[in-house]
């Protein structure tokens, strides 16, 4: 018995330490990261605004990502979203509307960022560690929004949500205290604002 045992080759000890190294490997991987999480968030964004953004015709339920904004709950539909992104720094522009919080390099490149709490509930709007920032879609739209956080997807039935509230920014989805985002009211605004936001 002993010599079949020496003569399989079998290194019991090395195997005990990749046994003990795989251990470690899933403790690592079922261990609450918030890194590993946003970057979850990030990657699952994307993968389904890009295949949103494909999918024509318009299907009876929107993908949209929940955020907050202090207490209230919004959401933003993928096919308008690019990426998101941690706030990180966040550059400030001298003489700026306390809307337009600064710029952020994404990939070398200065984008604009607008503070949504403020330009929406008209409170100041703190930046908190888990301050993110959604990155819009689009030629001309590469505008981020800076949120306080972000909850996770879901989808919306869009017989649920109604027309654009005046002045508000948003949609009232039926049943829910969420609220969608409507972003071409969001652009418009800063786009017809935009000397203001530098002046």
């Given at each position: ?29 079922l261990a609450?990261?918030p ?8 990657k ?5 605004a890009?295949?949103q ?5 318009r299907?009876?339920a ?9 207490q ?5 539909e ?7 992104l ?13 809307e337009f ?36 879609r ?7 929004l ?14 649920k949500?109604?027309?654009p ?32 936001l530098?002046?």
């Amino acid at each position: 018995m002993m010599t079949n045992l020496k003569k399989s080759g079998i290194n019991w000890e090395q195997a005990r330490e990749r046994l003990r190294a795989s251990e470690h490997a899933l403790a690592e991987a079922l261990a609450e990261n918030p890194a590993r999480i946003e970057a979850a968030y990030r990657k699952r964004a994307a993968q389904l605004a890009n295949s949103q953004a494909r999918r024509e015709p318009r299907t009876a339920a929107a993908s949209a990502l929940v955020f907050n904004l202090h207490q209230e709950r919004y959401a933003i539909e993928l096919s308008e979203l690019a990426e998101v992104l941690p706030l990180g720094r966040c550059t400030r522009v001298p003489g700026a509307a306390p809307e337009f919080l600064g710029v952020i390099s994404v990939r070398g490149e200065l984008r604009p960022v607008i503070d949504l709490g403020r330009m929406i509930l008209r409170v100041e709007n703190g930046t908190a560690a888990s301050s993110l920032v959604l990155m819009l879609r689009g030629p001309g739209r590469e505008i981020g929004l800076k949120v306080d956080h972000v909850q996770g997807l879901r989808e919306i039935p869009r017989e649920k949500v109604g027309p654009p509230e005046q002045a508000k920014f948003t949609k009232r989805i039926t049943g829910e205290t969420l609220l969608l985002l409507d972003i071409e009211s969001v652009l418009a605004a800063i786009f017809s604002g935009e000397e203001s936001l530098v002046a």
